[in-house]
DNA sequence: TTATTATATAATCAGATGCTTATATAATCA
DNA sequence: TGATTATATAAGCATCTGATTATATAATAA
């Protein structure tokens, strides 16, 4: 079945905002739980979630829950317009990636 | 110069609207001017001028006058992520095809 | 010149969006 | 059990956005 051009707008619109953008840009990179993202983005809590939400609901992030923490990852691999343009994401810097193999570490 | 995460949420964000997104699939096919968007589209034209004028602002589109008409063309070759994003895009219908056809010849 | 056609711009407005604060749920730990 | 930690949800609000209507500009035709 081919996606309809509504869908895909859609799907560009979660692109669309700088903080999801990022948020798929490290997803990209590994799997995160929120408290990761939270700390990664300097954002909040609720409004983490609040965005993880919205790429569930279109299919771009999956989540799995270990104990008290619900890690997601990407979802993309059937979304080859997405896939494609993901890839050219700007990777995270040197600092960014010792951050984050620090919490991955804990 | 590397684009930056802010500058592609831009743009992802210029493709999140359905009316913007087809008028970019129709421009990926051929230059067409304003008013042939507007009907294809059945909209208004201050409604595709106006999205237009964002697509422009952002470098997505150029314009070239010609006499009374002013024909927009899509300009993404210096962006691949969008690039690839886009020829995924639905290509339109035998029907609207022969639309775009009659109104080419006119 | 005036009328017509094509396009752009401005003002308005209803609805959507992102963030915050507060609260609820769920898992773990003492 | 109660306390703590992680996450989700709901309500409120300021801002943004897309569409409409009205008007302005520019090119062409009569």
Same mark, same amino acid.
């Given at each position: 079945?081919?996606?309809?051009?509504?869908?895909?707008?859609?799907?560009?619109?979660?692109?669309?905002?700088?903080?999801?953008?990022?948020?798929?840009?490290?997803?990209?990179?590994?799997?995160? +739980?929120? +408290?990761?993202?939270?700390?990664?983005?300097?954002?909040?809590?609720?409004?983490?979630?609040?965005h993880l939400r919205?790429?569930?609901?279109?299919?771009?992030?999956?989540?799995?829950?270990?104990?008290?923490?619900?890690?997601?990852?990407?979802?993309?691999?059937?979304?080859?317009?997405?896939?494609?343009?993901?890839?050219?994401?700007?990777?995270?810097?040197?600092?960014?990636?010792?951050?984050?193999?620090?919490?991955? +570490?804990?």
């Open positions: 079945m081919m996606i309809s051009i509504e869908e895909m707008a859609e799907q560009f619109k979660l692109l669309g905002d700088k903080t999801r953008l990022k948020m798929v840009s490290l997803l990209s990179q590994q799997q995160m +739980c929120v +408290c990761h993202l939270v700390e990664l983005l300097q954002s909040t809590q609720p409004n983490i979630s609040q919205k790429l569930k609901d279109a299919g771009l992030v999956v989540e799995e829950r270990r104990g008290q923490w619900i890690y997601y990852s990407l979802s993309i691999e059937d979304k080859p317009h997405l896939k494609d343009a993901i890839e050219y994401l700007p990777k995270v810097g040197e600092e960014e990636q010792g951050k984050i193999n620090a919490m991955m +570490c804990e």
